[in-house]
Protein backbone atom coordinates (compact mmCIF):
# COMPACT_ATOMS: atom_id res chain seq x y z
CA UNK A 1 0.00 0.00 0.00
CA UNK A 2 2.97 2.37 0.47
CA UNK A 3 4.45 1.75 -1.96
CA UNK A 4 1.42 2.28 -4.24
CA UNK A 5 1.20 5.87 -2.54
CA UNK A 6 4.89 6.72 -3.22
CA UNK A 7 4.30 5.70 -6.89
CA UNK A 8 0.71 8.16 -7.05
CA UNK A 9 3.04 10.80 -5.57
CA UNK A 10 6.00 10.02 -7.89
CA UNK A 11 3.60 10.26 -10.63
CA UNK A 12 1.57 13.79 -9.54
CA UNK A 13 5.20 15.38 -9.28
CA UNK A 14 6.36 14.05 -12.70
CA UNK A 15 3.18 15.65 -14.02
CA UNK A 16 3.81 19.11 -12.20
CA UNK A 17 7.16 19.40 -13.45
CA UNK A 18 5.56 18.92 -17.10
CA UNK A 19 3.20 21.34 -16.69
CA UNK A 20 5.77 23.80 -15.43
CA UNK A 21 8.19 23.27 -18.09
CA UNK A 22 4.94 23.78 -20.20
CA UNK A 23 3.93 26.78 -18.76
CA UNK A 24 7.75 28.23 -18.61
CA UNK A 25 8.05 27.24 -22.48
CA UNK A 26 4.85 29.35 -23.72
CA UNK A 27 5.63 32.52 -21.27
CA UNK A 28 9.18 32.50 -23.49
CA UNK A 29 7.12 31.82 -26.63
CA UNK A 30 4.76 35.14 -26.03
CA UNK A 31 8.10 36.82 -24.81
CA UNK A 32 9.37 36.45 -27.99
CA UNK A 33 6.70 37.33 -29.85
CA UNK A 34 6.08 40.47 -28.21
CA UNK A 35 9.45 41.23 -28.34
CA UNK A 36 9.62 40.88 -32.67
CA UNK A 37 6.11 42.89 -33.21
CA UNK A 38 8.24 45.60 -31.05
CA UNK A 39 11.42 45.40 -33.30
CA UNK A 40 8.83 44.74 -36.53
CA UNK A 41 7.03 47.95 -35.39
CA UNK A 42 9.70 50.12 -35.16
CA UNK A 43 11.56 48.67 -38.51
CA UNK A 44 8.43 49.54 -40.53
CA UNK A 45 7.93 53.11 -38.67
CA UNK A 46 11.09 53.99 -39.43
CA UNK A 47 11.06 52.87 -43.32
CA UNK A 48 7.45 54.75 -43.46
CA UNK A 49 9.06 57.72 -41.62
CA UNK A 50 12.39 57.32 -44.58
CA UNK A 51 10.53 57.20 -47.34
CA UNK A 52 7.76 60.02 -46.15
CA UNK A 53 10.59 62.40 -45.44
CA UNK A 54 11.91 62.14 -49.20
CA UNK A 55 8.90 61.70 -50.91
CA UNK A 56 6.45 63.82 -49.68
CA UNK A 57 8.29 66.58 -46.99
CA UNK A 58 11.26 66.79 -49.41
CA UNK A 59 8.99 67.69 -52.60
CA UNK A 60 6.71 70.14 -50.80
CA UNK A 61 10.36 71.74 -49.49
CA UNK A 62 11.66 72.01 -53.02
CA UNK A 63 8.22 73.41 -54.31
CA UNK A 64 8.32 76.29 -51.06
CA UNK A 65 11.53 76.97 -52.05
CA UNK A 66 10.30 77.26 -55.70
CA UNK A 67 7.51 79.32 -54.97
CA UNK A 68 8.79 81.44 -52.42
CA UNK A 69 12.17 82.82 -55.49
CA UNK A 70 8.81 84.78 -56.50
CA UNK A 71 8.31 87.74 -54.36
CA UNK A 72 4.56 88.32 -55.50
CA UNK A 73 2.20 88.36 -52.93
CA UNK A 74 0.13 85.47 -54.61
CA UNK A 75 3.59 83.21 -54.46
CA UNK A 76 4.02 84.29 -50.60
CA UNK A 77 0.73 83.15 -49.53
CA UNK A 78 0.44 79.86 -51.43
CA UNK A 79 4.51 79.87 -49.97
CA UNK A 80 2.62 80.06 -46.53
CA UNK A 81 -0.17 77.42 -47.17
CA UNK A 82 2.70 75.35 -48.07
CA UNK A 83 4.70 75.60 -44.84
CA UNK A 84 1.84 75.00 -42.78
CA UNK A 85 1.28 71.86 -44.69
CA UNK A 86 4.77 71.00 -43.74
CA UNK A 87 4.61 71.86 -40.01
CA UNK A 88 1.32 69.32 -40.39
CA UNK A 89 3.04 66.52 -42.17
CA UNK A 90 6.13 66.94 -39.65
CA UNK A 91 4.18 67.11 -36.58
CA UNK A 92 2.29 63.36 -38.00
CA UNK A 93 5.65 61.76 -38.63
CA UNK A 94 6.88 62.71 -35.27
CA UNK A 95 4.04 61.04 -33.66
CA UNK A 96 4.22 58.16 -35.54
CA UNK A 97 7.36 57.51 -33.73
CA UNK A 98 6.70 58.48 -30.17
CA UNK A 99 7.18 55.32 -28.05
CA UNK A 100 4.17 55.92 -26.56
CA UNK A 101 1.99 55.99 -29.69
CA UNK A 102 1.18 52.28 -29.72
CA UNK A 103 -0.29 52.83 -26.11
CA UNK A 104 -2.09 56.20 -26.81
CA UNK A 105 -3.46 54.99 -30.20
CA UNK A 106 -7.30 54.24 -30.39
CA UNK A 107 -7.29 50.22 -32.28
CA UNK A 108 -9.74 52.13 -34.49
CA UNK A 109 -7.73 55.11 -35.18
CA UNK A 110 -4.90 53.19 -36.35
CA UNK A 111 -6.64 51.00 -38.75
CA UNK A 112 -7.78 53.93 -39.95
CA UNK A 113 -4.02 55.59 -40.63
CA UNK A 114 -2.80 52.46 -41.91
CA UNK A 115 -5.42 52.16 -44.84
CA UNK A 116 -4.68 56.11 -45.44
CA UNK A 117 -1.20 55.58 -45.56
CA UNK A 118 -2.00 52.74 -47.89
CA UNK A 119 -4.17 55.16 -49.99
CA UNK A 120 -2.09 58.26 -50.16
CA UNK A 121 0.22 56.09 -51.97
CA UNK A 122 -2.19 55.71 -54.74
CA UNK A 123 -1.46 51.76 -54.78
CA UNK A 124 -4.53 50.81 -54.71
CA UNK A 125 -8.17 51.64 -53.32
CA UNK A 126 -9.08 51.03 -49.65
CA UNK A 127 -12.52 50.70 -47.29
CA UNK A 128 -12.91 50.56 -43.46
CA UNK A 129 -16.42 48.91 -42.42
CA UNK A 130 -16.43 49.23 -38.46
CA UNK A 131 -19.58 47.85 -36.27
CA UNK A 132 -20.28 47.69 -32.85
CA UNK A 133 -19.10 49.78 -30.17
CA UNK A 134 -15.46 51.33 -29.85
CA UNK A 135 -12.99 48.35 -29.15
CA UNK A 136 -12.28 48.95 -25.48
CA UNK A 137 -10.59 45.85 -24.19
CA UNK A 138 -7.52 45.35 -27.06
CA UNK A 139 -4.70 46.74 -24.67
CA UNK A 140 -0.79 46.76 -24.27
CA UNK A 141 0.42 43.46 -25.73
CA UNK A 142 -2.47 42.13 -27.37
CA UNK A 143 -2.68 45.47 -28.99
CA UNK A 144 0.82 45.79 -29.95
CA UNK A 145 0.31 42.51 -31.91
CA UNK A 146 -2.96 43.01 -33.62
CA UNK A 147 -1.21 46.00 -34.77
CA UNK A 148 2.00 44.12 -36.19
CA UNK A 149 -0.61 41.87 -37.47
CA UNK A 150 -2.43 44.31 -39.59
CA UNK A 151 0.95 45.55 -40.99
CA UNK A 152 2.20 42.25 -42.05
CA UNK A 153 -1.28 41.71 -44.18
CA UNK A 154 -0.91 45.27 -45.56
CA UNK A 155 2.49 44.83 -46.51
CA UNK A 156 1.82 41.24 -48.01
CA UNK A 157 -1.02 42.29 -50.25
CA UNK A 158 0.80 45.70 -51.45
CA UNK A 159 3.87 43.13 -52.00
CA UNK A 160 2.29 40.12 -53.97
CA UNK A 161 -1.38 40.36 -54.66
CA UNK A 162 -1.77 43.66 -57.25
CA UNK A 163 -5.35 44.12 -55.82
CA UNK A 164 -7.36 47.59 -56.60
CA UNK A 165 -9.04 47.10 -53.15
CA UNK A 166 -8.32 46.33 -49.67
CA UNK A 167 -10.89 46.29 -47.26
CA UNK A 168 -10.63 46.29 -43.25
CA UNK A 169 -13.52 45.26 -41.17
CA UNK A 170 -13.80 45.48 -37.51
CA UNK A 171 -16.57 44.11 -35.65
CA UNK A 172 -16.83 44.17 -31.64
CA UNK A 173 -19.51 41.19 -30.77
CA UNK A 174 -19.22 42.42 -26.79
CA UNK A 175 -17.65 39.24 -26.06
CA UNK A 176 -14.97 38.94 -28.81
CA UNK A 177 -13.74 41.10 -31.89
CA UNK A 178 -13.51 40.15 -35.20
CA UNK A 179 -10.86 41.60 -37.22
CA UNK A 180 -11.55 40.78 -41.58
CA UNK A 181 -8.69 41.90 -43.58
CA UNK A 182 -9.29 41.05 -46.99
CA UNK A 183 -8.34 42.25 -50.76
CA UNK A 184 -9.33 41.14 -54.31
CA UNK A 185 -5.92 40.44 -55.36
CA UNK A 186 -3.95 37.59 -57.36
CA UNK A 187 -4.75 35.33 -54.21
CA UNK A 188 -2.62 32.09 -53.57
CA UNK A 189 -3.53 28.37 -52.86
CA UNK A 190 -3.64 28.12 -49.05
CA UNK A 191 -2.70 24.37 -49.80
CA UNK A 192 0.68 24.55 -50.89
CA UNK A 193 1.90 28.06 -49.21
CA UNK A 194 0.68 26.29 -46.07
CA UNK A 195 4.37 25.67 -44.51
CA UNK A 196 5.24 29.54 -45.67
CA UNK A 197 7.22 31.59 -43.24
CA UNK A 198 4.98 34.39 -43.11
CA UNK A 199 1.59 32.10 -42.60
CA UNK A 200 3.28 30.64 -39.59
CA UNK A 201 4.18 34.17 -38.37
CA UNK A 202 0.38 35.23 -38.59
CA UNK A 203 -0.57 31.54 -37.17
CA UNK A 204 1.92 32.05 -34.31
CA UNK A 205 1.10 35.25 -33.46
CA UNK A 206 -2.59 34.99 -33.27
CA UNK A 207 -2.18 31.28 -30.90
CA UNK A 208 0.33 34.11 -28.49
CA UNK A 209 -2.43 36.43 -27.54
CA UNK A 210 -5.29 33.69 -27.28
CA UNK A 211 -6.62 34.12 -30.31
CA UNK A 212 -7.80 32.49 -33.96
CA UNK A 213 -7.08 33.04 -37.30
CA UNK A 214 -8.67 31.90 -40.29
CA UNK A 215 -6.96 32.28 -43.91
CA UNK A 216 -9.05 31.77 -47.29
CA UNK A 217 -7.55 32.47 -50.60
CA UNK A 218 -7.70 31.18 -54.04
CA UNK A 219 -5.73 31.92 -57.34
CA UNK A 220 -7.19 35.23 -58.48
CA UNK A 221 -9.88 35.34 -56.63
CA UNK A 222 -7.93 37.38 -53.31
CA UNK A 223 -7.11 36.65 -49.99
CA UNK A 224 -9.39 37.15 -46.48
CA UNK A 225 -7.45 36.81 -43.29
CA UNK A 226 -9.76 36.82 -40.45
CA UNK A 227 -8.97 37.04 -36.60
CA UNK A 228 -11.20 36.06 -33.38
CA UNK A 229 -10.17 37.26 -30.21
CA UNK A 230 -12.18 37.08 -27.10
CA UNK A 231 -13.27 40.03 -24.92
CA UNK A 232 -11.34 39.41 -21.42
CA UNK A 233 -13.54 41.77 -20.08
CA UNK A 234 -16.86 40.57 -20.79
CA UNK A 235 -18.76 39.55 -17.86
Not at 37 to 61: C, F, M, P, W
Not at 98 to 110: A, G, M, R, T
Not at 124 to 133: L, R, S
Amino acid sequence: MAAFIIAIVIVHRQRQIKNRHKIQIIKADFKNTILNAEKEIRENTLHYVSQELHDNIGQLLSLTKLVLNNSDPASVFEGKKLINKIIKEVRSLSRSINKDYINDVQFESFLEEELGRVQKSGFCEVAFINEGEPIDFVEGDKKLVLIRLVQECLNNAIKHASPTLITIELKNLGDKLLLCIKDDGDGFDVANVSQGLGLRNINSRVEAIGGKVEIDSELGKGTRIEIELENDKYD
